[in-house]
């Protein structure tokens, strides 16, 4: 929360605010100078700040007229911005009954669930954020000769927030344009504000390009303990692909993920088996019938056609061109599953050529089947629901990073596992759950020094969380609201309709006041109570 002004604009005595005010300019001068001071009471405390007033003074007034060009500008957004806000904040009460979630994040900036590991996050980014606010209304003022005569932190009742105390004679004095200008600083500011961590965002790939690489493939920054993954993958690998497709950043690991799991979903409703195990969209692998015949030592475990320990059960896939089906048929016509499983060890499965048509790099031919006449294609067998798919890493080393690249072009990735540069493991479970649970950067260090790798990530976060918060207060000091900018700025702009008489001027401004502050109430609790519902 961020307060508003303590100095009001046409208004008989600042004393009737529930916030404390200083005393004026006159009696000020009397007292002992002091740099900094509190105020407590039972609903209110606060830190008042002195020691910057002269220095930001000096600033304004050394470039005024340049300050004054530019919140001048700022007058426009933020008056645009008020109307704006108005108009969302009525069609959200009343016709966003379903699009909660977004009128959610477009009023407040950013979710409602922020873990608790963002906290620090969110606590530095609401100090930058405060501040360029508040740095906006004190310059403002300072450009048209006011002094700042203290700078605020509070807590008010369970709300935190700041302010800039502004001489309430020197105020009056101004004309009402300039009065504008110094309320819609901080707004203003907080536009200003989302716009440089916008460019900083964009721009990060360029600035950090001697130091980093970016979106070759993404880097492995924290694997939990209760990750799937763990065990596999450990800080510092780099995924290379997912089921054969190269990993390019964070959002192509997502939306893989995403992908290979929708499409299993669809494999499964389309699926000719009604038991609990299908076949996994024809993804399948071209072993050597020598293997084959190998398998067929190892005894099925039960009825289901399980297999024993370490081994995986693979079905014989159908080629497209052909019309013969592998599968036994005994003589009441029902295929014999438990003579057309096979019990294979995946590790020595996945270091074969691919085949089928359920792998996102197929190759392109009339026949799926692309064995030889020596080999058969087979798939794995699992439960509906659970995912199999290949996930191929490497190790954070020039020549391992480039071998990896080389393994993409490839069917196999045998060269990528001798040279010990990682390997590649099947997954076989919850993909929505398995990307979620580990930490992933698109930045790469060019040096292996284990604290630099966690930088791009720490300054990308602390810019997400700059942005939503200044759109987040540029937002809510725009709303007609008691105690905020709004407030302040509605006054003022209320005061250039020469046609309304004070009596009347002061009527209107109350009731769009009250009306505003309950709408957004209401407004406000109900996207809190649907979002937690």
Same mark, same amino acid.
């Given at each position: 929360m ?9 208004r008989p005595?600042p ?10 300019a ?5 007292a002992?100078?002091?740099?900094a ?6 609903c209110?405390c ?21 300050f004054?060009?530019w919140f001048?500008?700022g ?13 969302i ?5 009343? @016709?966003?009954r379903?699009s ?11 979710s409602p ?6 906290a620090a996050?969110v ?8 501040? =360029?606010?508040?740095? *906006? ?15 605020a ?10 302010l ?22 901080g ?6 504000c ?7 965002l964009?721009?990060m790939?360029v ?6 690489? @970016? *979106?070759d493939?993404p880097m492995?920054l ?7 993954l ?5 800080p510092?690998?780099?995924?290379v692909?997912?089921?054969g497709t ?6 192509d690991?997502m939306?893989m993920?995403?992908?290979?799991d ?6 499964s409703n389309?699926? *000719?088996f ?18 084959i ?21 693979? =079905?014989?896939?159908?080629?497209s061109?052909?019309?013969t ?9 029902q295929?014999?599953?438990?003579e ?5 060890n995946?590790?020595?499965?996945v270091k074969?050529?691919?085949?089928g048509d ?6 392109t ?13 087979l798939?794995?067998v ?6 199999w ?8 080393s020039?020549e ?12 196999g990735?045998?060269?990528? =596992?001798?040279?010990g540069?990682?390997g ?14 580990i930490?992933?950067?698109t ?14 990530n720490?300054l990308e ?9 200044s759109?987040?207060l ?12 709004g ?8 005061c ?19 009306g ?13 109570f649907?979002i937690?519902w």
């Amino acid at each position: 929360m961020e307060g508003r002004r303590l100095r009001r604009f046409d208004r008989p005595s600042p004393h009737s605010s529930f916030l404390p005010v200083s005393a004026s300019a006159s009696t000020a001068t009397a007292a002992p100078v002091t740099t900094a001071n509190a105020t407590v009471t039972c609903c209110y405390c606060d830190f008042k700040i002195r020691f910057l007033n002269q220095p930001l003074f000096r600033f304004g007034r050394t470039h005024a007229a340049f300050f004054r060009f530019w919140f001048s500008i700022g007058v426009g957004f933020a008056l645009s911005l008020v109307f704006a806000v108005i108009f969302i904040l009525v069609w959200v009460m009343f @016709y966003g009954r379903d699009s909660n979630n977004t009128a959610f994040f477009f009023l407040f900036g950013f979710s409602p669930s922020v873990s608790v590991g963002d906290a620090a996050y969110v606590i530095i980014s609401s100090l930058i954020a405060v501040s =360029v606010h508040e740095f *906006g209304h004190a310059v403002a003022a300072a450009s048209e000769g006011i002094q700042v005569e203290y700078i605020a932190i509070f807590i008010a009742i369970l709300f935190p927030g700041a302010l800039v105390a502004l001489n309430y004679d020197l105020l009056q004095a101004l004309p009402r344009f300039t009065v504008l200008r110094v309320y819609c600083a901080g707004i203003w500011h907080n536009a200003a504000c989302c716009a440089v961590c916008g460019l900083a965002l964009f721009l990060m790939p360029v600035i950090l390009f001697p130091f980093y690489t @970016y *979106g070759d493939s993404p880097m492995v920054l924290d694997v939990p303990s209760t990750s799937p993954l763990s065990g596999y993958l450990s800080p510092g690998d780099v995924i290379v692909s997912l089921d054969g497709t190269h990993i390019h950043n964070e959002h192509d690991w997502m939306e893989m993920a995403s992908l290979l799991d929708r499409q299993t979903l669809q494999n499964s409703n389309l699926s *000719g088996f009604t038991g609990l195990r299908a076949v996994n969209g024809r993804k399948g692998y071209c072993v050597p019938n020598s293997m084959i015949e190998e398998s067929k030592k190892i005894q099925l475990v039960d009825s289901q056609s399980g297999c024993p320990g370490e081994f995986t059960a693979f =079905v014989t896939v159908e080629c497209s061109d052909t019309s013969t089906s592998s599968d036994v048929t005994s003589e009441d016509g029902q295929s014999n599953k438990r003579e057309s499983r096979h019990c294979l060890n995946a590790k020595d499965i996945v270091k074969l050529n691919k085949c089928g048509d359920g792998w996102m790099t197929t190759v392109t031919n009339q026949s799926s089947c692309i064995c030889s006449k020596d080999e058969s294609c087979l798939s794995p067998v699992q439960l509906v629901g659970l995912v199999w798919v290949e996930i191929t890493y490497s190790r954070p080393s020039p020549e391992c990073l480039q071998l990896g690249r080389d393994s993409i072009s490839d069917s196999g990735t045998a060269d990528f =596992v001798k040279h010990g540069c990682g390997g590649t493991f099947v997954f076989v479970g919850d993909l929505i759950t398995m990307a979620h649970s580990i930490q992933l950067t698109t930045y790469r260090p060019r040096w292996t020094f284990a604290f630099v790798a966690y930088l791009p990530n720490m300054l990308e976060k602390v810019l997400m969380c700059v942005f939503h918060i200044s759109l987040t207060l540029a937002l809510l000091n725009s709303l007609p609201v008691y105690f905020l900018d709004g407030e302040s700025i509605l006054e003022v702009t209320l005061c250039f309709i020469t046609s309304l008489s004070p009596r009347k001027r002061e009527k209107v401004l109350q009731v769009s006041l009250l009306g505003g502050t309950l709408i957004s109430i209401l407004a406000f609790l109900r996207m809190f109570f649907l979002i937690l519902w």
